[in-house]
């Protein structure tokens, strides 16, 4: 006597003969098969079916992720609750097929209810048209797949029948001024749920006359992102790095509310990381302000050090700061505020030349000359000359 592990066993083993056996019989492409019925019934299988047609049961990402015990459950309620001569078989994509007589159709929301509740979790439907005769069902199957894969814009937990599904288009243009307009804007929005609004907008301005291929879906979303993280943070050196990390999360979403989601949240911080930089930004520019007060007023003994002990920084983020907030060095304008310094002198008093050098920071009076001469154009005592005209 078998034990209780081997007919378990035995029985899935079977059960997976018998799903092979079913899909090989009814989805060979709608060749002629003489003695269909006869194979089927030694399957186990019901051969009379009065327009047959085939419905997608899909427990979504989450089933997928629980693996073969959602499916197992998904399996045994249709097995259990669907109308009797309809089929239940495994499609290998994860998801159980439903083969059974369209005049049954209209139980098709009542048995996604009952395995949503089997699964305690989302399952969505697709259904194909009905057919003639057996021999044609795979062209059911496939517009199964085909209304199934609507959940993308219909949403999941439905019942989607083929007949209904509006036909997609693809993408011709990527829509570069809305996505200007939309960088644009964001900063400016009050809140996440402004950006929400938007982000809807954004998609459905492109949905206006109707859906448009899925997979170009996925692919203007990568472009919008990097196209506004690009536009609000110019000066990144990263650029796009941040992206690339989040193709895959984008690819594995199954349904447009999802992606607009995920898109709104992505602008929300990103509106947050600008507005942080902007702020710091204005922090900068107040310390170089700062700075250069402190650099006009200690100019003879003024040094990058001393400079920056003065502002609280180490000399080397002083130096980037001044580049980033002035695009000069800190030699270039502790510099021209010593030459200006300098000609006031050389205009206003009758201070010696090397004197003049020795009060704006120059110890060397040759080396002042030269630096003098390269800014103004005219040596120190060609400028005096010049200035007493």
């Not at 496939?142 to 083929?162: M, S």
């Not at 992206?243 to 990103?270: C, K, N, Q, W």
Request: glycine fraction near 8%; include cysteine.
């Amino acid at each position: 006597m078998k034990n209780g592990a081997v007919e378990v066993y035995d029985q899935a083993y079977r059960t997976m003969i018998r799903d092979w056996a079913l899909c090989d019989l009814l989805f060979r492409g709608g060749r002629e098969q003489p003695g269909l019925q006869e194979k089927l019934a030694h399957i186990g299988v019901n051969p009379h079916y009065a327009f047959p047609a085939v419905a997608l049961f899909d427990p979504g990402a989450a089933g997928k992720q629980d693996g073969d015990r959602r499916l197992g459950k998904l399996r045994e309620t249709l097995e259990r609750r669907a109308p009797g001569g309809a089929e239940a078989f495994a499609n290998g994509a994860g998801q159980v097929g439903l083969l059974f007589s369209w005049s049954a159709s209209g139980d098709l929301e009542w048995l996604r209810r009952e395995c949503e509740r089997a699964v305690q979790g989302p399952v969505s439907v697709g259904v194909g048209n009905p057919c003639g005769r057996l021999t044609d069902v795979r062209l059911s199957c496939d517009q199964a797949e085909a209304a199934l894969r609507h959940k993308f814009y219909r949403g999941t937990n439905r019942v989607i029948r083929y007949a209904q599904v509006p036909p997609s288009h693809p993408l011709r243009e990527y829509p570069l001024k809305r996505e200007r307009e939309l960088a644009q804007r964001i900063p400016q929005l009050a809140d996440a749920l402004a950006i929400a609004r938007d982000v809807r907008g954004f998609y459905q301005s492109l949905l206006q006359d109707g859906p448009i291929e899925i997979d170009h879906v996925y692919e203007l979303t990568i472009r919008l992102l990097a196209g506004v993280e690009k536009r609000l943070t110019p000066d990144e050196q990263a650029d796009g790095e941040c992206i690339r990390h989040e193709i895959m999360p984008i690819m594995r979403m199954e349904t447009l509310e999802e992606i607009e989601r995920f898109v709104s949240g992505y602008f929300a911080d990103l509106r947050e990381e600008v507005r942080r930089c902007e702020r710091e930004k204005d922090v900068h520019r107040s310390v170089i302000q700062q700075t250069i007060v402190y650099m006009e007023a200690e100019c003879r003994h003024a040094t990058l050090d001393s400079v920056a002990r003065r502002v609280f920084m180490t000399p080397t983020y002083l130096s980037m700061l001044f580049r980033a907030n002035t695009g000069r060095t800190f030699i270039e304008q502790l510099t021209d505020i010593r030459i200006n310094k300098a000609k006031e002198m050389l205009r206003g008093t009758c201070l010696k030349n090397y004197e003049v050098a020795e009060k704006v920071g120059y110890r060397d009076s040759r080396y002042f000359s030269q630096i003098f001469k390269k800014k103004v154009g005219l040596s120190p005592s060609e400028y005096r000359e010049s200035a007493m005209d």
